[in-house]
């Protein structure tokens, strides 16, 4: 979708974490995310956290792991009921330990609807500021980019406006929104979200999941 912008990981491994998951579509799907550790470069394994309100209860800890009939490729996967960040006691939701996940996901998000969304937006925010302010990007640890998807234009124009509302939020509060700029990966072209960090745009068919942003990170603003 974004052809300027791509997610890897050097380890071999692909983590993912997936915020919102429910049984009847993130769960239901996982051979989608068994098929990455086959079709992406240098991917073994993939592991992914789902983590939803209406997820079945799992024992903390239960993992189920698969292996593809030629061995090429892993999945490991585990269910975690209830709501990001106030399950992060069993999801290990740390800034150290954040850095570990390439990747947040929130398919068919339904971004601005109630505070629950608000929250999780603050965390993964915040893990990216204890990085800036720990100069963590100059060493390669950088906290993952959170990517958000959609059913049609206006909702994801929405989300958009709603998770940058959040971001904002979040560096003003901590008091970097004057040494840091958010990179963001935008919907469209609209000219009312252009900043001097936009990066492409997304011009995929009306389909689920077809339209995505994401918050990207930060970047320090030149002296």
Known sequence: MYEEYSVTSTSGTLRIRALG???????ARWRTFAALAVLLENCERVEVEFIGPTLRRLYPGVVCEATSTDGSGRLRIQAIRGLYPEVSDVASA?????????????FNAGLPVGGDW?????RIVSEHVDAFAANAPSLGNVAPPFWVSDYNEEAIDIAFAFLRHVVQRVLESRNVDSRAEAIYLEPYSNAAYQSRKRISSCTVPTHANAYACAFVGLSRLEE
């Open 118 to 122: 608000a929250r999780a937006i603050e």
């Open 21 to 27: 998951a429910s049984d009847a579509f993130e769960l």
């Open 94 to 106: 740390s800034a150290s330990e954040a850095a570990a996940y390439d990747v947040v996901v929130a």
